[in-house]
């Protein structure tokens, strides 16, 4: 007779783990961290309901269950913000990069001739010979 191995939601609570435990499939007995960082978020009783109202599509159930164990990984390291800080912080930097690119091809035309204006690139405070455009960005700001 092969022993039933217990899933991290019923080694926390300390309960028997029945074979159609319904955590057991997102939570098993090595992911404990996982399912306590989802516990401290959401709650056990929380978890139990996401699962049972999802029940008519496995599919769902499952994206719904990998989406919740990584907002809860991003709770503990990140209380305040959790996943909407980490886009932020993305965000901001596509934002620096994209000025970066702005300066770059600024510079690019004054080289070229392209811009019909000739202007002094002291007047964009970018010194092009110098590779350290985000770093003159970070000053700025």
Known sequence: MKKYRAC?????????CVPDC???PYFPAHMHQKYRNAHK???GSHLTKFVKNLADSPHKRSTA???ITAEADLRTVEPLGASFGVISKLWRKIAEEEEELR?????LGVYRGVQGNIFDL???DVNPCNSGYASQLKSEQ
């Open 8 to 16: 991290a939601s019923c080694k926390h609570n300390h309960t028997k």
């Open 22 to 24: 319904p955590l057991a």
């Open 65 to 67: 269950m990998k989406h």
């Open 122 to 124: 002291r007047e964009l």
């Open 103 to 107: 300066r770059v091809r600024l510079v």
């Open 41 to 43: 978020v959401f709650g």
